[in-house]
């Protein structure tokens, strides 16, 4: 089942949301608010290699340079 990010345009709160269907409202968890805005973010997925045992990638929490603390991302500053 799909797990998508949202951000809250009241308070600007990052929240997941395990979404079942087109119809479910959604509101913040913080405020309360429906005004959310799907956000992209990054999966985690390990990157196919030719070279032998996989190597642990360098980058951000995600796994992408940069992504710690960007808006959507998946980890908070």
């Given amino acids: 089942m799909p797990i998508f990010e949202y951000r809250c345009n009241a ?4 929240s997941e ?3 079942l269907g087109k119809e479910e409202v959604l509101s913040c968890g913080k405020c309360g608010s429906q005004d959310l805005v799907k956000q992209m973010s990054a999966h985690n997925a390990p990157a196919a290699s030719t070279r032998g045992p ?3 990638a360098s980058g951000g929490c995600c796994g992408a340079p940069g992504s710690c603390g ?3 991302s998946c980890c908070s500053a």
Avoid: H, T
Wanted: glycine share 8%; with cysteine.
């Fill in 11 to 14: 308070c600007n709160e990052v």
């Fill in 17 to 19: 949301f395990l979404v």
């Fill in 54 to 56: 996989a190597e642990q």
């Fill in 70 to 72: 960007s808006p959507g």
